[in-house]
């Protein structure tokens, strides 16, 4: 059997090897094992989830009021069921702890019977205070919490970054535990595949992945590698069509708060097998992605474009971020509506 000794080891290659031949000779007791815990932490994630912005007062302190509407946004006319706070999008790393806690507690308030999930992420390049954090998103009763690699000392090996993630999960332990893969942030290159070898015999609350990295064959391999009961929800939103003939079974994304509906539609067209559809359906994101780039693309436009085409205060972002002229937005926001045909 797989046991947590030889997973903390420093003797990784070892473990790996047999670890191996142990899966081929306890199948099925593994099983069990992994359909017992199915049922006890939490429903799958699958479907569009909108990776929120935070909403900033004018003044820059975070604006608890504009979450219910924003909310309200994403359901009536995105058909987003499902959020992701706090993350790349939401300036987490940009937030205090406090700050975080408040928005988490607020974005599952106003979420509870409406949202299907709220995820919280929790990372931060503290381990306690992402321990503080995950122990927080439990008793709020998020529906599920992410961590993405410390990214100022960064983990050396795969093996280091399970037992950082390791650890935060422990700290909410019946909660539904997302590994959060983003090298081209973090700047922690590793393959996400070689950070899920053995990951649930160190965390049993884990239940897949969110991969924001454009190398489908590191993709390609941990959908191999993944149970069927985890997520593997892709995070690159200009070419999902790519993920999902890979095997993602969902989206995370910042565009799914403007692009939900296309979005949307794109994972129904590719469902019934209508790759024509598809395609034209990523075509028209990439076109819209493509000409916010030419004009220079960062999170600051897109939050401003979000507050623009969604017509909520969502405020400036934070510093280092500077906020984006508005006339630069307003030109995105009208290729958008141009591409989408809406009036
Ligand atoms: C780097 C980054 O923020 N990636 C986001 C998700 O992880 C994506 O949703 C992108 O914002 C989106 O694909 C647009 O490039
Ligand atoms: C895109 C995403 O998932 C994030 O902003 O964290």
């Known amino acids: 059997m797989k046991s947590n000794g030889w997973c903390s080891s420093h003797v990784n290659n070892i473990y790996i090897r047999l670890d191996l031949r142990c899966d081929y000779t306890c199948v099925s007791t593994s099983v069990t094992i992994k359909t017992a815990m199915t049922s006890t932490v939490g429903k799958k994630a699958t479907g569009l989830v909108a990776a929120t912005f935070t909403p900033l007062t004018p003044k820059g302190e975070i604006n608890l009021s504009e979450i219910g509407p924003y909310i309200d946004y994403l359901l009536e006319q995105q058909g987003v069921k499902s959020i992701f706070v706090n993350g790349t999008t939401g300036e987490g790393l940009s937030l205090t702890v406090e700050e975080r806690k408040q928005l988490a507690e607020e974005w599952c308030r106003k979420g509870k ?6 995820i919280v992420h929790v990372g931060c390049l503290s381990l306690k205070d992402s321990q503080e954090l995950a122990h927080h998103a439990a008793e709020i009763g998020a529906d599920g919490i992410a961590v993405i690699a410390p990214s100022f000392f960064k983990p050396a090996t795969a093996g280091a970054l399970r037992m950082f993630l390791q650890e935060v999960a422990a700290a909410a332990p ?40 454009s190398d489908l064959m590191d993709f390609g391999r941990c959908v191999s590698y993944c149970p069927s009961h985890w997520s593997y929800l892709y995070g690159v939103d200009e070419q999902l069509l790519g993920a999902l003939a890979m095997g993602a079974n969902g989206a995370v994304g910042s565009t799914y708060n403007y692009l939900g509906k296309s ?14 559809l598809a395609r034209i359906l990523q075509f028209q994101v990439q076109d819209i992605l493509s000409y916010a780039i030419d004009l220079g693309f960062d999170l600051a436009v897109n939050k401003q474009l979000m507050s623009e085409v969604s017509g909520l205060a969502l405020g400036p972002p934070r510093l280092p971020l500077l906020l984006c002229p508005q006339a630069k937005a307003r030109s995105i926001a009208q290729r958008l509506q141009q591409v989408l045909g809406v009036k």
């Open 263 to 276: 979005g949307n539609r794109l994972l129904s067209a590719f469902e019934k097998g209508d790759i024509t």
């Open 113 to 118: 019977n409406k949202l299907e999930q709220v």
């Open 174 to 213: 019946a909660v539904p535990f997302y590994y959060y893969h983003i090298p081209s942030v973090t700047g922690v290159n590793l393959q996400a595949r070689d950070v899920l070898e053995g990951i649930e015999s160190q965390i049993p609350s884990f239940r897949g992945l969110k991969f924001s990295g």
